[in-house]
């Protein structure tokens, strides 16, 4: 069978555009016209959609993609696994590896019905992992606990952390690593996996109000690799955070908030927060990417320049957020936007 994943590949000249709260009329925005890309899988259920998509292209130009594939069980439990495919026309194509790189196995506590989601991928491939002799290829994702209850499926943050896996190839991911926590993180779960590295909101009071973690951005530097993620706040809205670990994902340390959920409302009065954090580098300049959301539905994607990553700061104007695109969407679930070199194939993230 052919499953379909639907995602926005960002393939425009970025200093070339701009924007600061609303949009200015001279300024000429780009245009993406999306389109559905299907990857042919083998043996998978009946599916609910493809999100997350994660592309990376190695030392050799191979180009790869981790990617969340959603499918309900017997039961009625939705099933969130992360899955790996590839691509050999930059990208106008996909092509599953029949590997389930995180399965969403289902299991029973009690009379409950429940399963691992594991969503929200970033495969990596680190050009810097040789000379600090590290793994090249990481990815890191959201795991939590999903329970089945009246027929909804309901998602345990507390259950939950950014798992992170490693290896040689995209092929050889393995070894997961509990890698960060939130506020409500249930110890009972240090029966999996073990204790968690890193309780981010211990790391710095700047984190402590952060319940949750979730959508990591990766970008592999000299210096490290920086980590953006969105911490999740009690009540809304969260803000998106920037670290920076060494090679080997250890030594994490806190950086800054890059922007707070609330300017989003900068944009458009009816969003109400950032979500779907991505970091990319482009001509030697480094931008942060997110979604802005509206009562949780992403809507489109916004580009924003870093001024400079180990301060956590992007470009402002008079204290605001400077935008250098903004791609809308409206009407139904559009974002999480990426961007990779060489790949030209436009979609659309659903």
Not at 259 to 264: K, R
Not at 280 to 293: A, C, H, K, M, R
Not at 305 to 313: E, G
Not at 322 to 337: I, P, R, Y
């Amino acid at each position: 069978m052919k499953t379909t994943i639907n995602y926005l590949f960002i393939v425009v000249i970025l200093s070339g555009c701009g924007s600061s709260g609303s949009r200015d009329p001279e300024v000429e925005l780009p245009v993406v016209n999306p389109s559905l890309i299907e990857i042919p899988v083998n043996g998978i259920p009946a599916e609910l959609g493809n999100f997350d998509p994660a592309p990376i292209v190695d030392a050799g130009g191979g180009v790869w993609m981790s990617y969340s594939h959603v499918s309900l069980d017997a039961s009625g439990l939705k099933l969130i696994e992360t899955r790996l495919a590839s691509s050999l026309d930059a990208g106008d194509s996909w092509t599953d590896q029949g590997l389930s790189i995180n399965p969403a196995a289902t299991f029973t506590i009690g009379p409950d019905t429940v399963a691992w989601a594991q969503e929200v991928s970033r495969l990596v491939y680190n050009p810097f992992a040789a000379g600090a002799g590290a793994d090249p290829w990481v990815i890191l994702w959201h795991r939590y606990l999903s329970l089945l209850s009246g027929g909804e499926t309901l998602r345990l943050f507390e259950n939950g952390w950014i798992g992170m896996k490693s290896g040689n190839s995209a092929m050889t991911l393995a070894n997961e690593r509990k890698l960060f926590t939130g506020a409500i993180y249930n110890d009972a779960n240090d029966t999996t996996i073990g204790l968690p590295e890193v309780q981010l909101d211990a790391l710095d009071p700047a984190l402590a109000d952060c319940v949750a973690f979730t959508e990591p951005g990766v970008l592999p530097k000299s210096s490290g690799i920086y980590v953006s993620l969105l911490c999740a706040t009690a009540a809304p809205p969260g803000k998106i955070i920037l670290l920076r670990c060494d090679h080997h994902m250890n030594n994490c340390a806190y950086l800054g908030t890059l922007i707070d959920g609330g300017e989003a409302a900068l944009l458009d009065s009816g969003y109400d927060n950032f979500s779907a954090s991505e970091l990319v580098s482009v001509n030697g300049e480094d931008y942060l990417i997110v979604t802005p959301s509206e009562n949780t539905v992403y809507r489109g994607c916004v580009i924003y320049k870093i001024r400079d990553l180990d301060l956590a700061s992007i470009e402002r104007e008079g204290g605001s957020a400077k935008a250098t695109a903004v791609f809308e969407a409206h009407g139904d679930f559009n974002g999480a936007c990426g961007y990779v070199e060489g790949l030209t194939i436009p979609g659309n993230n659903k």
